[in-house]
């Protein structure tokens, strides 16, 4: 701080005010030296008010009015001077400060006032004068002396220099030897610093000597204390820091005063070892004991260390686990994470391949949550996972539901409901159980399954096997197939097949067992077999009734009641008498005119007699007659001598007798023509057909009394225009085919001795029409406007006799494409698809068509009904129309060449050839 000192001469001296002013040159060229000249200060510290002295002795006689002048670098501020005084000089003594701009020009001027007396040159003379600010830096600096007894009468300069030295201890400066920055430097590296004693202005304080205390920012500095014995400063080899940091800085203290040094980093030194840090890098507490579970995972890395154990970075490691508590994934590198798997006391382990290696405290892995559920074997505990099991049928499986955490580690068991899939048994109980009982009922494969919640667990494939064979039962179906076989009624014509189905103690099906097969009762034939897993049995006699037994060692199972009776009819016989099953008549021999009573017996197939049936019944060879000829019982009478037989039928079967002899009785006495042969059908009266069809007749002959005694050899002959001619001599029966239609007469047959017979008219149509129709459209062109018409005729229509077809014949009428026109003459049968048009009286076909509106070609085709006539014609559709004529508007008579112009549209789908012609 600034001080002013005040000079303590001024009751001796008078006293003078000083100013301020602009510094006049100073004579460059002394006449006279001083003898001597001597400056002090009493406070020669920087930056000090301080009361200057110059002591000097002059050649020159000091006069009341010489004027000094003392010239100061400009360092110095000589602003503060007000004063001055001097033993020696009495009288008034003034002071004039001149502030200069550089050290050749800041003085200060002392004037005598012209009061006091002279002084002898050769005294020593003193003058203090005040307040000097000292400049703020230390050194020497020089102080010029002049001397003037009149204006532009200087002597001098003459110089002496003050010394100015350092103010009071404000702080230590702590740098390198050189006095710069400390570098950064290595943990337990020694490097050397150098502490400095300085006042407030940095000025080194070169007398002060002490104990300096050391301190840095780590707490880790050695040594912890300097001594400066010289020059204000002193160098400290071999410090050293430890612990590796950034903006450190080294601190030098003596009681109040400190510095401190420039923020530097300590870097951690050569890695030395590593230990486990939670997390994936950097600086941390070293890893030791945890408790966890398995669902739990810890992130761990390897730190390194150097000796002091400072971090140095992440060291890649080999990681491994003891303990089997659990896994590290990755197995190298600087940090990996360690998966809990399994309870139980271990560590993790990080192996380094050059220092120092490190190992997790203890590790205790406990059980994690519920994660899953497995159906174990047993009712508890911990035992093995039920994958797949066999169980026999009948027999039963144990398991319980075992909870187990994410990493299988079993926990306890567990309440879960039960189920069971596929049939194969049931589990008792099924809800809210740590265990159940599977019972195997039905053999094949399924699943147990528990669930608790969202967690469930499903076993392997339980295959249940069948037990041993236990029963035996006879069904009606193999394969476990149908029904157990009960009561059961057939007929003789069926059969039926028994199968013995073989089942283990729980009724499971085990399949078909080859048994013995026995029958009871009166079923037929018996039945006997052997090693056989089914049986059919074929009955032959009927009425029966029994059981078929199927027996297996110990085993053996029957059937209900099989009841057979008679099959279907499958043939008639002729029985003697009037009903029952009575003998069957073979042959016999009759008198004409006596009676034999006969019936139709029904039979199956095995010859089972089901009754009596009802029958036509007829008689062969002409020999007698039946009543009533139909019905289950007829009478027989002989009436003509002969061998014949007496027939029985039902449409489906029929029967004949044994040869039937009659003696004596009637003779042929007349015959009629009949439909069928012996004496079938009926006489043929009127009759209509066509040329297509054929008609055949028979001669049937007769006696007095009617009876039918066989057709007989005629003679054939017609009447009328029926055509062909019919001629035939000595045959039984004639077929007559007609050619010729419209047709009509009758057809004669002539025995030799006992007269003819004739049919009644027999009328031939013509046949169905056949062949090609030639259709004509008159005319055959037709403007296609949608109103044109055009009549179409046929040509004649025949049949295969080549007979014209007549009227009333239908055809069915088509158009193709089907848009390019209608049918217009009227449909004579709406019934049928398409137009109907029938045939006139000349076997012709004529109807009418209308042009469409479309230009083309249309076919028509015609298609008779019946037969297989067909026929076909085209018919062009054009579309031109003269839409325009110009013409000029007069022409002469006998004028050539008049241009006539005609505009033509074309709306028909065929091409037009465009053609000039010259009209007159």
């Known amino acids: 701080m600034r001080r002013t000192r005040l000079l303590g001469c001024f009751l001796l001296l008078g006293l003078f005010t000083s100013s301020l002013v602009t510094p006049p040159p100073v004579s460059a060229t002394p006449r006279v030296p001083f003898n001597s000249f001597t400056a002090s200060a009493d406070d020669p510290s920087v930056n000090s008010y301080s009361l200057y002295t110059i002591t000097f002795v002059t050649n020159q006689d000091i006069t009341p009015t010489s004027k000094f002048t003392v010239n100061f670098p400009?360092?110095?501020?000589?602003?503060?001077?007000?004063?001055a005084s001097s033993d020696q000089l009495n009288g008034g003594l003034g002071v004039t400060v001149f502030q200069g701009t550089d050290d050749t020009n800041n003085y200060v001027e002392l004037t005598r006032d012209g009061t006091g007396t002279t002084?002898?040159?050769?005294?020593?003379?003193?003058?203090?004068?005040?307040n000097v600010l000292n400049p703020s830096t230390v050194g020497s600096y020089q102080l010029d002396l002049r001397h003037a007894q009149n204006p532009g009468n200087s002597e001098g300069p003459i110089s002496d220099n003050v010394s100015i030295v350092a103010g009071p201890l404000?702080?230590?400066?702590?740098?390198?030897?050189?006095?710069?920055?400390?570098?950064?430097?290595?943990?337990?590296?020694?490097?050397?610093?150098?502490?400095?004693?300085?006042?407030?202005?940095?000025?080194?304080?070169?007398?002060?000597t002490g104990t300096v205390n050391l301190s840095d920012d780590t707490g880790t500095l050695t040594p912890t204390s300097a001594t400066i014995s010289s020059?204000?400063?002193?160098?400290?080899?071999?410090?050293?820091?430890?612990?590796?940091?950034?903006?450190?800085?080294?601190?030098?203290?003596?009681?109040?005063?400190?510095?401190?040094?420039?923020?530097?980093?300590?870097?951690?030194?050569?890695?030395?070892?590593?230990?486990?840090?939670?997390?994936?890098?950097?600086?941390?507490?070293?890893?030791?004991?945890?408790?966890?579970?398995?669902?739990?995972?810890?992130?761990?890395?390897?730190?390194?260390?150097?000796?002091?154990?400072?971090?140095?970075?992440?060291?890649?490691?080999?990681?491994?686990?003891?303990?089997?508590?659990?896994?590290?994934?990755?197995?190298?590198?600087?940090?990996?994470?360690?998966?809990?798997?399994?309870?139980?006391?271990?560590?993790?382990v990080a192996d380094h391949a050059t220092v120092t290696d490190d190992a997790t405290g203890t590790i205790t892995v406990s059980v994690g949550a519920l994660a899953k559920i497995k159906i174990l074997s047993g009712a508890?505990?911990?035992?093995?996972?039920?994958?797949?099991?066999?169980?026999?049928?009948?027999?039963?499986?144990?398991?319980?539901?075992?909870?187990?955490?994410?990493?299988?580690?079993?926990?306890?068991?567990?309440?879960?409901?039960?189920?069971?899939?596929?049939?194969?048994?049931?589990?008792s109980p099924t809800t809210g159980n740590t265990s159940t009982t599977f019972t195997a009922t039905n053999p094949g494969t399924g699943i147990i399954s528990a669930t608790n919640g969202s967690l469930s667990d499903d076993t392997g494939t339980i295959t249940v096997d069948p037990g041993a064979l236990a029963q035996i039962i006879l069904r009606t179906e193999p394969n476990n197939g149908g029904s157990a076989f009960g009561a059961y009624s057939m007929t003789a014509d069926q059969s039926v097949t028994v199968y013995a189905a073989g089942y283990d103690g729980q009724g499971y099906y085990l399949g078909?067992?080859?048994?013995?097969?026995?029958?009871?009762?009166?079923?037929?034939?018996?039945?006997?077999?052997?090693?056989?897993?089914?049986?059919?049995?074929s009955p032959t006699v009927a009425p029966a009734s029994g059981t078929i037994v199927g027996t297996l060692g110990a085993l053996s199972d029957a059937t209900g009641t099989i009841s057979v009776s008679a099959g279907a009819l499958n043939q008639i016989k002729i029985l003697s008498g009037s009903s029952g099953e009575t003998s069957e008549i073979t042959t016999a021999s009759l008198t004409s005119g006596n009676t034999l009573d006969m019936h139709a017996g029904g039979y199956d197939a095995d010859g089972n007699y089901r009754g009596d049936e009802s029958v036509t019944w007829s008689v062969l060879g002409g020999i007698g007659t039946v009543s009533p000829s139909s019905g289950t019982a007829t009478t027989f009478t002989a009436t003509i001598a002969g061998t014949g037989q007496v027939s029985a039928s039902n449409g489906t079967q029929s029967d004949v007798t044994g040869d039937i002899t009659v003696t004596g009785g009637g003779s042929l006495s007349y015959?009629?023509?009949?439909?069928?042969?012996?004496?079938g059908g009926v006489e043929l009266d009127t009759y209509t057909m066509t040329a297509d069809e054929t008609l055949t007749l028979y001669a049937a002959g007769y006696d007095a009394g009617g009876t039918y005694v066989g057709d007989q050899p005629v003679d054939w002959s017609g009447t009328g225009t029926l055509a062909p001619t019919i001629s035939a001599s000595g045959q039984t029966s004639f077929t007559f085919s007609p050619t010729t239609a419209p047709a009509s007469g009758t057809i004669v047959g002539t025995h030799a001795s006992v007269g003819s017979d004739a049919t009644g008219t027999i009328t031939v149509n013509p046949g169905v029409p056949v062949g090609s129709v030639t259709l004509i459209p008159v005319p055959s062109v037709l403007d296609a406007d949608g109103t044109s018409?055009?009549?179409?005729?046929?040509?004649?229509?025949?049949?295969?006799?080549?007979?014209?077809?007549?009227?009333?014949?239908?055809?069915?009428?088509?158009?193709?494409?089907?848009?390019?026109?209608?049918?217009?003459?009227?449909?004579?049968?709406?019934?049928?698809?398409?137009?109907?048009?029938?045939?006139d009286a000349n076997s012709e076909l004529s109807f009418q068509y209308t042009a469409g509106t479309a230009g083309g070609t249309a076919t028509i085709f015609a298609t008779s009904d019946d037969g297989s006539a067909t026929g076909d014609t085209t018919i062009t559709l054009t579309g031109l129309e003269i839409t325009e004529i110009l013409a000029p508007a007069t022409v002469s008579r006998g004028q050539n060449g008049a241009e006539v112009v005609m505009t033509v549209k074309n709306s028909g789908a065929g091409d037009v050839t465009i053609n000039s012609n010259s009209a007159t």
């Open 170 to 208: 404000n702080h230590f400066t702590v740098t390198n030897t050189s006095d710069a920055d400390i570098a950064n430097q290595v943990a337990g590296t020694a490097f050397s610093i150098k502490i400095t004693a300085k006042d407030q202005y940095s000025n080194t304080i070169t007398s002060w």
């Open 231 to 348: 020059g204000g400063t002193v160098t400290v080899a071999n410090t050293q820091i430890t612990k590796a940091q950034s903006n450190i800085r080294i601190t030098a203290s003596k009681t109040d005063t400190s510095g401190t040094s420039n923020f530097f980093t300590v870097a951690a030194g050569a890695v030395s070892s590593v230990k486990i840090v939670e997390g994936s890098s950097g600086d941390g507490t070293e890893f030791t004991t945890r408790s966890m579970t398995t669902d739990e995972v810890i992130l761990l890395h390897a730190a390194g260390y150097d000796q002091y154990g400072n971090y140095s970075g992440d060291e890649s490691v080999t990681w491994s686990v003891t303990g089997s508590i659990g896994t590290v994934s990755p197995g190298t590198g600087t940090s990996t994470t360690f998966n809990a798997t399994s309870p139980g006391n271990g560590t993790v």
């Open 74 to 83: 400009l360092a110095f501020d000589l602003t503060g001077i007000v004063v």
């Open 671 to 679: 015959i009629r023509l009949r439909t069928e042969t012996n004496g």
């Open 512 to 537: 078909d067992q080859n048994v013995d097969w026995t029958s009871t009762g009166t079923l037929a034939p018996t039945v006997n077999s052997s090693g056989q897993s089914s049986f059919t049995f």
């Open 119 to 130: 002084v002898s040159a050769g005294q020593s003379v003193s003058i203090t004068f005040g």
């Open 380 to 427: 508890s505990g911990e035992t093995a996972e039920v994958t797949t099991a066999s169980v026999t049928n009948g027999n039963t499986l144990t398991v319980h539901a075992g909870g187990f955490d994410a990493d299988d580690n079993y926990r306890s068991d567990e309440a879960v409901d039960w189920s069971v899939s596929g049939g194969i048994g049931t589990v």
């Open 789 to 839: 018409t055009s009549t179409i005729s046929s040509s004649k229509i025949y049949d295969s006799d080549n007979n014209l077809i007549g009227s009333g014949r239908e055809f069915t009428i088509q158009i193709v494409p089907s848009g390019l026109g209608t049918i217009t003459s009227a449909d004579v049968n709406a019934n049928r698809a398409g137009v109907q048009i029938a045939s």
